[in-house]
């Protein structure tokens, strides 16, 4: 067996912390990863951990209280959106490690004491991320603990709007999340984008800046990708994975259950409702205007503005006939006095006589944004805004079908619907719908979840310490007659004691799934037919 030791750190004074105050009971627990391993599970869910930490007297600071906020004896930095780590590697390395028993005594190991700042960088995060949730014990009956909760920077891209970003033309999903991430207030740790294979007529132009979230747009570029994947992995990086790099993967661990096995637990499902033998994609085609002459957004109404004062107007674009939400190109910018904006004295909707009002404005996909200022000494009305620019009108969306008739005469029809907003070219649209209908036309092993322990050897550890989302594996096991690749989707770790399990929802990978690539020759889309 393999020694393996988790450790988790708290970042304050300018440093990583380790917390000795962690219990093994309950145990930590961390998961992360892809929501699951369905065809449009693209983009990972927030990551959550928990723990609890010694809220007695008999911490490490020796002060009842230590861990319960608001309290005379915490510190101020154990507060919400504390930074927190976990890190794990084994004991045949050499490092320092720690071990926490339900008493709160630290064992030590003939490597030393436990794990210092100065040997992060040799051992493997696992999990990074802030807290949210600071639950401490009440009363003096009750075990004096405080159970955390944290998340990870997915939870930031969950309720982060996107913000006003203009239009872009001719760019790929890496681009995009590029320029979308640099208006983020909270950036992940890092960032590993694969070129996108897809590129794109345009960007933002079908995001609804004052109510879309980053995480929406995550989705839609993966999907518009024709199956792409946004996620972290355990140290925080954000990665992008383009339609073809599951492709060029190859197994990385293999778990078999031949003798004394690793794998404790597998479930595998033979499930009719995971056949989608209809595939329809919706294309959305649009007309644009041009000479950048048309009315996408008028004040309806004047408003006074105090000396001093300011106000800053979100105007979502329309169209000037029916009132529908569009979205713009070529707006005009900036906004010329008198011209596109009045303000004056009179509450008459034409003054315009007074001259201090500043009025620069951000414009996005479909709205712009605003910031009047009066920098008088003079109160006046604000009494006409209108921005021009090119209203893009979206159509009834055009759909495209892949099917298998023979699955559907004896199964039913079974169909999966999805939305390709970004995507212009109907070939590329039927050629995605037919990649899916060859993935997911056929019954295949569905394997729920994989439970392993990390300790058993060190090739098993070595796997516990790297796998991430959409690393591939091996599974051979012979009573449901699985041995096939699979992808990693979401991965869940539970350190009980000494021991460290590791538990994983994977995606068929193998021969039994039809994967190709259909913008390369002899592998799909290639001269008006199909070859597999």
């Excluded at 009750?142 to 920077?153: G, K, L, R, S």
Aim: negative net charge; glycine residues 8%; aromatic residues 10%.
């Amino acid at each position: 067996m393999i020694d393996i030791s988790t450790q988790i750190f708290f970042y304050y004074g300018g440093m990583w912390n380790p917390c000795l105050d962690v219990l093994r009971d309950p145990a930590p627990t961390w998961e992360y990863g892809l929501p699951g391993n369905g065809p449009m599970d693209l983009v990972a869910d927030t990551g959550t951990l928990s723990f609890a930490v010694d809220n007695s007297k008999d911490n490490t600071a020796g002060l009842a209280g230590y861990y319960s906020p608001r309290h005379t004896n915490c510190p101020a930095w154990f507060s919400d959106g504390l930074p927190v780590m976990v890190v794990c590697a084994t004991h045949d390395s050499d490092l320092r490690f720690y071990l926490t028993t339900e008493a709160g005594e630290y064992l030590t190991t003939e490597k030393g004491e436990y794990l210092t700042t100065e040997d992060i960088s040799s051992a493997a995060t696992r999990f990074l991320g802030y807290m949210t949730t600071a639950r401490p014990t009440a009363g003096v009956f009750n075990e004096a603990i405080t159970e955390v909760q944290c998340v990870d920077w997915m939870e930031y891209a969950s309720i982060q709007k996107l913000g006003q970003l203009a239009i872009q033309t001719t760019k790929r999903a890496d681009q995009a999340l590029t320029t979308a991430l640099a208006g983020f207030a909270v950036q992940p740790a890092a960032t590993d984008f694969d070129a996108g294979v897809e590129t794109f007529a345009s960007i933002f132009n079908t995001d609804d800046s004052t109510k879309q979230t980053m995480a929406s747009l995550f989705q839609k570029l993966a999907r518009n990708e024709g199956g792409g994947y946004i996620f972290l992995e355990g140290d925080g990086t954000l990665r992008f994975d383009n339609r073809q790099t599951r492709l060029a993967t190859t197994s990385s661990f293999a778990l078999n259950a031949t003798g004394t096995t690793p794998m404790n637990e597998l479930e595998v499902l033979w499930d009719r409702q995971d056949i989608k033998n209809r595939i329809e994609v919706k294309m959305y085609p649009a007309r644009v205007d041009t000479g950048a002459d048309t009315v996408v957004w008028k004040l309806q109404k004047t408003f006074s503005l105090s000396a001093g004062a300011s106000l800053v107007l979100t105007c979502p674009f329309r169209d000037p006939s029916t009132g529908a939400r569009i979205s713009a190109s070529a707006v005009v910018s900036p906004l010329v006095e008198e011209t596109h904006i009045k303000f004056g004295t009179a509450d008459d909707g034409t003054s315009h006589d007074l001259h201090t009002l500043t009025f620069p404005m951000v414009v996005g996909g479909n709205s712009a944004e605003i910031t009047l200022t009066n920098t008088g000494g003079t109160a006046g009305y604000v009494n006409f805004i209108e921005i021009l620019g090119d209203g893009i009108y979206t159509y009834e969306p055009m759909v495209l079908e892949s099917e298998d008739t023979t699955s559907i005469a004896a199964k039913g029809e079974r169909v999966l619907a999805v939305n390709l907003e970004q995507i212009t070219n109907p070939n590329t649209a039927k050629a995605f719908a037919t990649t899916l209908l060859g993935k997911y036309k056929d019954p295949v092993a569905n394997i729920e979840r994989v439970r392993f322990l990390a300790n058993f050897d060190s090739d098993f550890a070595a796997a516990a310490l790297t796998v991430e989302p959409n690393t591939r594996f091996s599974i051979a096991e012979q009573q449901t007659g699985i041995i096939e690749d699979y992808f990693a989707c979401k991965l869940k770790f539970e350190q009980i004691g000494p021991q460290l399990w590791v538990e994983i929802v994977p995606a068929p990978a193998g021969a039994a799934v039809n994967y190709f690539i259909w913008d390369l020759a002899g592998h799909g889309w290639d001269e008006g037919f199909w070859s597999f």
